[in-house]
């Protein structure tokens, strides 16, 4: 079981609002990611950091933004939710210790819904 | 275009019988595939990994194989139980980028029937 945590794991608000996603690790792994699911398709990455001070946008589009200000913590924030923003959001964490071999562990997700 | 195709889409099966997922990628250039579990409502879960030198991976009652040559990846699992109902997703990653990025298909959502 990877020590990865997501809070909240569902949460369902109103259009406008401001959230945050929570996710923390404490394998002291230095990426972290975020990907957005949608019933039945595949995962697309939208956010990615290396470490600390370190994040970049990922393949897919997103109006999120997140920090990376402690290794083991990685939120992600919707400044003003909309309908569009309803999915699921998955958090996940990896070491590089050799080459072809930079396994991801993801938490269990937060299932997002927006009125 | 880089891209990961799954089949079947859905499979339902009964106890104790086996089964066959596939994989096929036009992913290049290939570092490593990797075969992940998802449950219902959680993150997926690594099952194999294996890289362009490997051509059979088994962990317990899954053993996938890859064929580097054509491309192609299956995901055997033997004497299935009800704990195997999930979907199964395919991801590729590429030795394009520092980030060594990430291909996933679509997953096959396998049913286990008592």
């Known amino acids: 079981e990877a020590d990865i945590y997501q809070t909240p794991r569902y949460l369902v608000i109103g259009t406008g609002k401001k959230i945050t996603l929570e996710c923390s690790q404490t394998m002291g792994h230095d990426k972290m990611y975020w990907y957005q699911q949608d019933p039945g398709m595949e995962l697309h990455l939208i956010h990615y950091s290396y470490g600390v001070n370190s994040t970049e946008k990922g393949d897919l589009s997103s109006e999120s933004t997140v920090s990376r200000i402690r290794t083991e913590h990685f939120p992600l924030t919707l400044e003003s939710a909309r309908p569009s923003h309803t999915s699921q959001y998955l958090c996940?964490?990896?070491?590089?210790?050799?080459?072809?071999?930079?396994?991801?562990?993801f938490g269990p997700g937060t299932r997002l819904t927006v009125l | 275009k880089n891209q990961v195709e799954q089949s079947p889409q859905s499979l339902i099966i009964l106890e104790g019988k086996n089964c066959t997922l596939q994989?096929?990628?036009?992913?290049?250039?290939?570092?490593?595939l990797r075969w992940y579990k998802q449950d219902t409502g959680r993150g997926p879960v690594s099952l194999t990994i294996?890289?362009?030198?490997?051509n059979t991976k088994s962990n317990g009652r899954y053993t996938a194989t890859l064929d580097a040559d054509t491309k192609q990846s299956s995901l055997h699992i033997t004497a299935s139980q009800l704990s195997d109902s999930a979907s199964y997703i395919c991801?590729?990653?590429?030795?394009?980028?520092?980030?060594?990025?990430?291909?996933f298909g679509r997953g096959t959502q396998l049913t286990v029937w008592p």
């Open positions: 996940a964490s990896s070491e590089s210790r050799r080459e072809n071999s930079d396994t991801q562990y």
């Open positions: 994989c096929n990628y036009t992913v290049s250039p290939f570092s490593n």
């Open positions: 294996m890289t362009f030198s490997e």
């Open positions: 991801v590729v990653s590429d030795r394009g980028s520092t980030l060594g990025r990430l291909y």
